[in-house]
């Protein structure tokens, strides 16, 4: 199993910006497919990006554009830079690893005026 610990959560008003961080237990970047999803209360979560083992990336639409995933250098960290946040936006954030069935705990964002 490989722990998974999300951070840089919070509040920020519309248009602001964020990044987010998912540190694990060990190397992630280039041996597993690694994603963020999101969640908001009465909704499942849902796809935000991902990196492939390969390091392709990709989004979901609503992120397109204003959301960029990248990985470490030191391999077991992801990042998300978060930017044009709007309310809609506001969710728990997860980092995931599918193939292991590994979730962190999440962090809050919250984009409100």
Do not use: H
Not at 5 to 26: D, I, K, N
Not at 32 to 61: C, H, L, M
């Amino acid at each position: 199993q490989v722990q998974l610990v999300e951070s840089g959560g919070g509040l920020v008003q519309p248009g602001g910006s964020l990044r987010l961080s998912c540190v694990a237990s060990r190397s992630i970047i280039g041996v597993y497919d690694v994603e963020w999803y999101r969640q908001t209360p009465g909704k499942q979560r849902e796809f935000v990006a991902g990196i492939s083992v390969g390091g392709k990336t990709n989004y979901a639409d609503f992120a397109k554009g204003r959301f960029t995933v990248s990985g470490g250098d030191a391999k077991n960290s992801m990042y998300l830079q978060m930017s044009g946040l709007k309310p809609e936006d506001t969710a728990v954030y997860y980092c995931n690893i599918m193939l292991l069935g590994s979730w962190g705990q999440g962090t809050q964002v919250t984009v409100s005026s």
